[in-house]
């Protein structure tokens, strides 16, 4: 980018009073992501140690055990 102006302090000989500034923007250069949204897939967001704690003897949970008809009040 660049932009003309006047010379604050122009030299002694100087033959115009206009003065080019450049500026010069630097970026990164672009990397891509595997992953865009910053979330990690299931298969490693599960530790591999979490299915090793349910007891030796735990017993899988089935639907009429969960409905439970009787209201306690």
């Known amino acids: 980018m660049t ?8 030299p002694q ?9 450049f500026c010069l923007v630097m970026i990164k250069p672009y ?6 949204d ?3 897939p299931i298969g490693q ?7 090793q704690f349910a007891p030796d003897n ?3 949970v089935s639907m009429s055990d969960l409905t439970d008809d ?4």
Not at 3 to 8: F, I, N, S, V, Y
Not at 13 to 21: C, F, H, M, S, V
């Open 70 to 73: 009787e209201i306690p009040f």
């Open 58 to 60: 735990a017993q899988p």
């Open 3 to 10: 932009k003309t102006q006047e010379m604050q302090n122009p």
């Open 45 to 51: 967001s599960i530790p591999p140690h979490a299915t």
């Open 38 to 40: 910053g979330f990690k």
């Open 13 to 21: 000989y100087a033959k115009g009073n206009l003065e080019q500034i």
């Open 31 to 36: 990397k891509p992501s595997a992953n865009v």
